[in-house]
């Protein structure tokens, strides 16, 4: 019998009550118990509690803001991580194979298929996907706050998906000024000629795609103790767009001489002109800053994934819930 603490997050734009239902039906007899912490503060306080006491799993109903919230705590912990994708992107859960099949993910725990990935340190702070700074740190945020400010904005969320971030997107660019920032980057993958920048976008990626289906890094995996850094030097809103719009259709642009893309195991990015830029990562602001340091940690958080050439067996039980 396995410890497991489920985590439920209301706010995310999909339904997890069916996932609950389910999971109740369908899991072994494993000693669970499900909270729902009212503020990211009493999340963590639930989380360190659930560090002292050694539990096996946390399991996380949400998306990757709420796993995000979650890994700052259990990080280079023994605990394993099982995602039950209830978010808007869903990015490291589609990355690690965890569907919205409740058979796959129920069948994942059963079997035992874990993975350990690398995660990105940013000002201290850990993301597991995508981020950056510039125009999609811009989208990231309003976001944010139209689903914190705008009724409705949820079921907008729920019915359109991860489509709602290139909607947002191209919004921004086509009824907003292009900002543009000058900045340092320093890495040793990094000719010393385009160490100085001036760019609307800077993205860290330590996955392939970045809001479902952005495949701004098509080489990149978070198993090999590197991330992708990724230079958008475009100077108009036409040439950033069309970039886009190529990655978006899957046909990422190679011969784009305004497009600096290297892997590497640490970076660091100053803003030149005295400016404080947020960075997001994982769907959240991680920080305000005007220097940003960004180092790797290879495989500092173990999660439940499904692997489609591995043959899951049916089992099944009914599971003993606890409330909390």
Not at 172 to 194: G, R, V
Not at 198 to 203: A, D, E, I
Not at 281 to 286: F, K, P
Request: include cysteine; hydrophobic fraction near 35%; charge should be neutral.
């Amino acid at each position: 019998m396995s410890n497991i603490s489920l985590y439920l997050n209301s706010k995310a734009s999909g339904s997890s009550s069916k996932w609950v239902k389910e999971v109740q039906n369908q899991l072994f007899r494993h000693d669970i118990a499900i909270k729902s912490p009212s503020s990211k503060e009493q999340l963590h306080i639930e989380l360190e509690k659930d560090i002292a006491n050694s539990v096996d799993y946390i399991f996380c109903f949400g998306g990757d803001g709420t796993v995000n919230c979650i890994l700052q705590k259990i990080a280079k912990t023994d605990i394993k991580l099982l995602i039950i994708p209830c978010g808007t992107a869903n990015d490291l859960a589609h990355e690690i194979g965890m569907s919205t099949s409740i058979k796959n993910i129920v069948r994942t725990f059963q079997h035992k298929t874990f993975k350990k990935i690398d995660l990105i340190e940013v000002n201290g702070k850990y993301m597991s996907t995508n981020g950056g700074i510039g125009c999609a740190a811009d989208v990231a945020g309003k976001i944010n706050s139209y689903r914190n400010g705008i009724d409705g904005f949820l079921k907008v969320m729920k019915r359109v998906g991860s489509s709602i971030y290139p909607m947002v997107f191209a919004k921004e660019l086509l009824f907003t000024e292009l900002k543009k920032y000058t900045l340092q980057i320093e890495a040793q993958e990094l000719p010393s000629s385009d160490r100085t920048v001036v760019t609307p976008l800077v993205l860290i990626n330590n996955q392939p795609c970045l809001g479902g289906r952005f495949a701004v890094a098509p080489h990149t995996r978070n198993t090999d103790g590197k991330f992708n850094v990724t230079i958008f030097k475009h100077k108009s809103k036409k040439e950033l767009l069309q970039c886009a719009y190529n990655i978006l259709r899957g046909s990422y642009p190679y011969d784009d001489k305004n497009l600096i893309s290297f892997e590497t195991e640490s970076l660091k990015v100053k803003e030149l002109n005295g400016q404080s830029l947020p960075f997001f990562g994982d769907g959240e602001i991680l920080d305000n800053d005007g220097t940003f340091e960004i180092k790797a940690h290879p495989r500092a958080l173990e999660v439940c994934a499904y692997f489609e050439d591995v043959s899951y067996a049916s089992s099944y039980d009914l599971a003993q819930v606890r409330l909390v």
